[in-house]
Every structure is written in structure tokens, then in C-alpha cells.
């Protein structure tokens, strides 16, 4: 069975570019969990997708944004890109949502 | 503020000893995850502990989990090289519809051969 699986795996984007990542969860999982990691930090919860619903969002500004789609894919779309949006983005997904979650390997961004 | 914090921060082992992290949380919970992530890379799911239960065991993975105390215990028996990473435990809030988990910044273990 196919894990969670994220891309790209690696994106360099200039300052006040947008940068784009997907995430396909796990076949039959419903949530999708985004995740920040900074360089030596922890993960920063940044939104929880249910249903195609947003169920939870993190302390975020607005310019991070997502969706999920029927087939529980997710995106994450960061708008006005800033030099500390560089880090690891990282997604995961469960089912239900108070189980085990599952992450990705992460999209590295690198904003330039 | 984070919910989960470990400690230690960091633990420089030999292969074959034992490694011990802690966890702990602020809130009631529902459950207790520890992940390990190598250098920079996705994290890997190692076991769930829910807040009724007290120990756990996978292979050489050992959980305890005390919610008296808002503590839960990471134990890594015969360590090896390969288990050098970071180790991060999450936690699932009881109570509510907010399943997002919460993380701690990791202990990171170097396990010398």
C-alpha cells in the first residue's frame, strides 16, 4: 500500500512568488494534515483537512492557504512568499482523525 | 507554546546501551504518538499510546504513558547506530472536534557504534 506521498520534493521560489505543494494521502484516509518544520525547530501544526472541509488552522498568516479535494488529495498554497517561509513542509494523514498519522518525506522550500 | 516538550534535547549513546526520552504535555488528551525522523526527512510513525492505557511495547520500543503527571517515557532497549535520529512526541487533544496533533521540537539521539 502506497504511503503518503508529497511534491515536489524540492522547490526554490523567489520572494513574493507563490509556491504550490500537493500531498495524496493514504487510499481510504479522509484527514490531511499540514505541517511546518523551520530549520531546528518542531513541527508547526498549520491546517487539518476532513471531509474536503478545513476543520483546524494554525497560527498562520492568511497568505498560507488550502484545499482538499474529493479524492482527499490536499494542497497547500503559500501566497507572498517571505525568506522565513523556507522549511520543510510536511503532510500527513489519518483515518479517523484521532488515529496514528502518517507523513510524507516533505517538500523542502526554499525561498530565495 | 508547544504542547508536547521533550527532554533531553539532545543524548550521545554507545550502541547496545539503552535510551531513555521524555515527554511532556499540558493538556488532557486523548492520545500520545512518538514519531522519529532522520536528518531533515519525513517523520515515521512509531506507537500510539491512548490516554486509558499505561505501557506499550513494539519490538524494542517501550512506552509508558502517566497521566497524573502529563509525562509519557520513550525507551529504546539495545540501541543501534541506525536509530539515530530525532524522536518527537505528539499529542491529541481529548475533548472536542481538534484532532491536529501537537509536537514537541524532538530529542535528537546519536547512537556511536
Known amino acids: 500500500e502506497a504511503g503518503v506521498t508529497q511534491s515536489p520534493t524540492h522547490l526554490i521560489k523567489t520572494r513574493g512568488q507563490q509556491a504550490t505543494l500537493r500531498c495524496s494521502p493514504i487510499?481510504?484516509?479522509?484527514?490531511v494534515y499540514w505541517y511546518q518544520q523551520a530549520l531546528g525547530l518542531g513541527l508547526q501544526f498549520l491546517l487539518w483537512?476532513?471531509?474536503?472541509?478545513?476543520?483546524n488552522r494554525g497560527n498562520f498568516p492568511p497568505r498560507f492557504s488550502g484545499r482538499q479535494f474529493p479524492n482527499y488529495s490536499s494542497e497547500l498554497n503559500v501566497n507572498a512568499l517571505e525568506l522565513e517561509d523556507s522549511a520543510l513542509y510536511l503532510c500527513?494523514?489519518?483515518?479517523?482523525?484521532?488515529?496514528?498519522?502518517?507523513f510524507g518525506q516533505g517538500t523542502r522550500l526554499t525561498v530565495v | 507554546s508547544q504542547q508536547g516538550e521533550e527532554d533531553p534535547q539532545a543524548l550521545s549513546i554507545q550502541e547496545g546501551e539503552n535510551a531513555t526520552m521524555n515527554c511532556s504535555y499540558k493538556?488532557?488528551?486523548?492520545?500520545l504518538q512518538w514519531y522519529r525522523q532522520n536528518s531533515g526527512r519525513g517523520l515515521v510513525h512509531l506507537i500510539l499510546?491512548?490516554?486509558?492505557?499505561r505501557e506499550k511495547h513494539s519490538g524494542r520500543l517501550r512506552v509508558t504513558l502517566d497521566t497524573s503527571k502529563k509525562s509519557s517515557s520513550l525507551l529504546i532497549t539495545a540501541s543501534r547506530a541506525a536509530d539515530t535520529a530525532s524522536y518527537s512526541c505528539?499529542?491529541?487533544?481529548?475533548?472536542?472536534?481538534?484532532?491536529?496533533?501537537?509536537f514537541g521540537k524532538g530529542t535528537l539521539l546519536t547512537v556511536n557504534p
Open positions: 483537512y476532513d471531509e474536503g472541509e478545513e476543520r
Open positions: 505528539a499529542t491529541r487533544r481529548s475533548g472536542g472536534s481538534n484532532y491536529k496533533l501537537t
Open positions: 499510546i491512548r490516554s486509558n492505557e
Open positions: 493538556t488532557s488528551i486523548n492520545n
Open positions: 487510499s481510504g484516509h479522509t484527514s
Open positions: 500527513a494523514s489519518s483515518l479517523p482523525p484521532a488515529t496514528e498519522a502518517f
